[in-house]
């Protein structure tokens, strides 16, 4: 082979190779909104489906490669996993009678493919077409040999590569899958005992120069994690920057973090070339999140004495809807939508089933500015919850408390990405738009002092407002993530934006004299910072969030009720429920008449706006913009 390769480089034989990603597709294979049972044309694999064919049908040289989180993330991975589906002979998952058509090449793990048990990923995965890897993830047990991995660690796969020439050579593609080792922390429940994660860079180290041995010519990172701006360090989520920097890796595939790379959001961080789509001079792509782009990298290549060389390359992340333009990139493919036929009508009939009755309409339009049915509907089951489960206990005389916060807040996912649940009827598709995680239930035993530093950490959602820089002032962070702003229910608290935020949003201590929360009170009286609370909250923050959990041997409950389970089961026992929300926090500190801006969806404004907040416009992507007088901010939200 070596005198073969060294022959045709001679001529300087040139190819194309164009590698494709789909990412955090959970489970949004058909372009449908099953929290608010409609078409969408805003993403789904069904139209993302129609964007590979496309970029296939443009070059002659293509991988396609799927990087995690395809099981769980909407009502139809819920009802496949509930439903014993799998357990029927011949069945397969709809997410693989849906992608096998598609003829991908290769395919690693996410996160959130194991939040439903490792006995059911098993079963799940023997439904793809394509081979998976993964090197950083090693059984564990007894009798479990040293070094065991739960899958292949890497995959070499010999393909063909036709020349500008139109001559047909030997390629051979070397892929590598890696996740985020939180998971031991996000699933200790599934996995404590039975998989071990290891640091994700450390197993690159370990694996690029094994594949180079065997003789691959590329080298392809599938890694699930994302991207973020800090140093290295063991055991990192958010590790591309680091991956990038390991000697011989020819391309990386990211995800994770459900952004879009290139992209603005990344403009000026280390090691980003936005004009090339490289980090580190590597070509990357993350194509987004639930299908709404396709990445694509192409590579320039060279067949040299060495091999196969990348001399050029270029990124993208195609999107299938333009939200400028409210107009669709991509037609539905029929194929995909045929072959996932039965679970989507499956799925409507198991979002429809009803569990209860609201007199009043529920929406998160506003929960990041006040305090929001959506999440006190939660806290109140939580807390209806764990008073049961304390009953008998040494801890049943304590205040019970539970932490929620507004999973659906438009962000990244875009000015539809809201719960909205009319007066009428609720049904399951009502408790999945709520609290759209298969989290289960866990309960913390903390003091006042370490309820307060979770306080402080969940109020780095704000930006720092100044309180003499007039109106018009953005108030969301938005590298925040909201589903980090826990709401604690059974005390109350304010919340002052104008001073500098105390944690980043990984928990970092930013500002260690800077106090946001101020009148922390339960039942009227301050809280003390030596007295004790049992706080609801959910197996993720418990296992994973360092304010939280401070020493992690906080928890006094790990059950294995979903939260979402407990939402539905609390909403039974009320039948015909009238929520409100207790208002028991606040955000202070904004003079009188000063208005900051808040973004959010245009349905806002259907019914009309709560006291405070006015209508100001359109802004970009879709978002409507309105301004907030916080100190006029009053009433219950309905």
């Given at each position: ?18 590698v494709?990603e789909?990412t955090?597709?959970?489970?949004h294979?058909?372009n449908y ?5 409609r078409p969408?044309?805003e ?9 590979i064919?496309?970029?296939r049908?443009e ?6 490669f799927d990087?995690?989180?395809?099981l769980?993330?909407n ?5 496949v996993?509930?439903g014993g ?10 997410v693989?009678?849906a ?5 991908y090449?290769a ?9 439903y048990?490792?006995?059911?990923l098993?079963?799940?995965?023997q439904?793809?077409?394509f081979?998976y ?7 564990d047990?007894?009798n479990?040999?040293?070094?065991s ?6 995959l ?11 001559a ?8 590598i ?9 996000w699933?200790k429940a599934?996995l404590?005992?039975?998989l ?6 450390e197993a ?5 120069p094994?594949?180079?041995q065997e003789?691959a010519?590329?080298i392809?990172?599938l890694?699930h994690?994302?991207?973020?701006d800090?140093?290295?360090?063991p055991?990192?989520?958010?590790a ?8 011989g ?5 990211f995800g994770?973090a ?9 403009e000026?961080?280390t ?6 789509g490289t ?11 639930a299908?709404d782009h ?11 004495g060495e091999?196969w060389?990348?001399?050029g390359?270029r990124?993208?992340a195609?999107p299938?809807y333009d939200l400028?333009q409210?107009?669709?990139l991509a037609?539905?493919?029929e194929?995909v939508?045929?072959?996932?036929r039965e679970?989507h009508e499956g799925?409507?009939s198991?979002?429809?089933t009803a569990?209860g009755e609201?007199?009043?309409?529920i929406d ?5 500015v ?5 999440v006190?509907?939660v806290?109140?089951?939580?807390r209806?919850y ?10 049943e005389?304590l205040p019970?408390l539970?932490?929620?916060a507004?999973?659906?807040?438009g962000?990244?996912y875009g000015?539809?990405?809201y719960?909205?649940?009319?007066a ?6 009502h408790?999945?738009d709520?609290y759209?995680y298969p989290n ?7 003091t006042?002092a370490?309820?307060r530093?979770?306080?402080e950490?969940?109020?780095?959602l704000?930006?720092t ?14 590298d925040f993530p ?15 934006v104008?001073q500098?935020?105390?944690y980043?949003a990984?928990c970092?201590?930013?500002?260690p004299?800077?106090?946001r929360?101020?009148d922390?009170r339960?039942?009227g009286?301050?809280v ?7 706080v ?6 418990a ?5 939280a ?7 006094i ?19 015909r429920?009238?929520?409100?929300a ?8 904004v003079?009188?008449?000063l208005?900051?801006e ?6 806002a404004?259907?019914g009309g706006l ?7 416009g359109?802004?970009e992507?879709?978002?409507?913009r309105?301004e907030?007088e ?7 939200q309905?």
């Amino acid at each position: 082979m070596k005198s073969y390769i060294m022959e045709e480089s001679k001529l300087s034989i040139k190819a194309n190779l164009r590698v494709l990603e789909t990412t955090d597709l959970h489970v949004h294979m058909m372009n449908y909104d099953y929290y608010g049972d409609r078409p969408v044309l805003e993403y789904g694999f069904a139209q993302t489906a129609a964007l590979i064919r496309q970029a296939r049908a443009e070059r002659g040289n293509v991988l396609l490669f799927d990087n995690g989180d395809l099981l769980q993330g909407n009502p139809m991975g819920d009802y496949v996993a509930s439903g014993g589906i799998l357990e029927e002979p011949g069945r397969i998952h709809p997410v693989y009678d849906a992608m096998n058509a598609l003829g991908y090449d290769a395919a690693t793990l996410g996160n959130h493919e194991f939040n439903y048990g490792l006995a059911y990923l098993d079963l799940a995965l023997q439904g793809a077409a394509f081979p998976y890897t993964n090197a950083n993830l090693y059984l564990d047990g007894e009798n479990v040999p040293p070094g065991s991995h739960y899958l292949p660690p890497y995959l070499l796969l010999e393909r063909t590569i036709e020349d500008e020439n139109g001559a047909v050579h030997p390629l051979k593609v070397g892929v590598i899958g890696l996740v985020t080792p939180q998971i031991m922390n996000w699933d200790k429940a599934n996995l404590e005992g039975r998989l071990r994660a290891e640091d994700m860079v450390e197993a690159a180290k370990t694996y690029v120069p094994k594949l180079k041995q065997e003789g691959a010519d590329l080298i392809v990172l599938l890694a699930h994690c994302g991207y973020e701006d800090i140093p290295e360090a063991p055991m990192t989520e958010n590790a591309v920057l680091h991956l990038s920097r390991v000697p011989g890796v020819d391309v990386i595939l990211f995800g994770h973090a459900h952004k879009v790379f290139p992209g603005a959001a990344f403009e000026g961080k280390t090691g980003v070339d936005l004009s090339r789509g490289t980090i580190n001079g590597i070509p990357a792509v993350e194509a987004g999140y639930a299908g709404d782009h396709l990445g694509v990298v192409d590579l320039e290549l060279e067949l040299t004495g060495e091999g196969w060389q990348v001399t050029g390359s270029r990124a993208e992340a195609r999107p299938v809807y333009d939200l400028t333009q409210a107009a669709a990139l991509a037609r539905t493919d029929e194929e995909v939508t045929e072959s996932i036929r039965e679970a989507h009508e499956g799925t409507l009939s198991y979002i429809r089933t009803a569990v209860g009755e609201t007199t009043e309409p529920i929406d998160s339009f506003f929960a990041l500015v006040r305090d929001s049915v959506s999440v006190q509907i939660v806290n109140d089951a939580q807390r209806w919850y764990l008073r049961k489960q304390m009953q008998g206990t040494p801890y049943e005389k304590l205040p019970i408390l539970a932490a929620g916060a507004p999973f659906k807040t438009g962000g990244r996912y875009g000015p539809a990405y809201y719960t909205h649940i009319p007066a009428g009827p609720l049904a399951v598709k009502h408790i999945a738009d709520l609290y759209n995680y298969p989290n289960t239930l866990c309960a913390l035993l903390l003091t006042g002092a370490e309820l307060r530093e979770w306080l402080e950490w969940a109020a780095g959602l704000f930006l720092t407002i100044d309180p003499r820089g007039g109106d018009g002032q953005s108030l969301i962070d938005r590298d925040f993530p909201s589903f980090n702003f826990d709401i604690i229910d059974g005390v109350t608290y304010t919340i002052d934006v104008t001073q500098p935020a105390k944690y980043s949003a990984s928990c970092e201590l930013l500002h260690p004299e800077s106090a946001r929360i101020g009148d922390l009170r339960f039942e009227g009286r301050p809280v003390s910072a030596d007295e004790r609370f049992v706080v609801a909250t959910n197996n993720y923050r418990a296992f994973s969030t360092p304010v939280a959990n401070p020493d992690g041997q906080r928890i006094i409950l790990s059950s294995a009720d979903e939260n979402r389970q407990i939402l539905t089961d609390y909403i039974r026992s009320c039948g015909r429920m009238s929520p409100q929300a207790d208002n028991n926090w606040s955000l202070t500190g904004v003079p009188a008449g000063l208005r900051v801006e808040l973004l959010s969806s245009p349905d806002a404004r259907a019914g009309g706006l709560p006291d405070g907040i006015s209508f100001a416009g359109m802004g970009e992507g879709g978002f409507a913009r309105f301004e907030v007088e916080l100190s006029a901010l009053g009433g219950n939200q309905k």
